[in-house]
């Protein structure tokens, strides 16, 4: 069975940096572009940032561009978001999502896996 289980959320204060982590169970992850989105209250689920299989390519949100960073250990099958100079609209639910291919994609239907999401709280 598939799993992806985000983790590292919590509330911190604006300014400051949390760096989150996807653990994936049940696939291998080297096959797979994954993806972090986020879901404010009211909002849809939107794009932050995606990274190929490799690791070799990355793609931002232009409004996390320059603030968050997106790598993978494929050894761990694990995917890292880090996230500095926070701010109160970065305030959502974070999900990771697993796209079985080589190409980049901002669209959720695009993506076949998703996690459980974690909260992040950024306090002004």
């Known amino acids: 069975q598939v799993q992806l289980a985000e983790s590292g959320g919590g509330l911190v204060q604006a300014g400051g940096s949390l760096r989150l982590s996807c653990a994936a169970s049940?696939?291998?992850?080297?096959?797979?572009?994954m993806g972090w989105f986020r879901q404010a209250p009211g909002k849809e689920r939107e794009f932050v940032a995606t990274i190929t299989w490799s690791g070799g390519r990355t793609y931002y949100a232009d409004s996390v561009n320059g603030r968050f960073t997106i790598s993978r250990d494929n050894a761990k099958n694990t995917v890292y978001l880090q996230m500095n100079s926070l701010k109160p609209e970065d305030t959502a639910v974070y999900y990771c999502g697993a796209r079985r291919s080589t190409v980049l994609a901002t669209e959720r239907d695009n993506y076949n896996y998703w996690g459980q999401g974690t909260q992040v709280t950024v306090s002004s």
């Open positions: 049940g696939l291998s992850l080297r096959s797979y572009a």
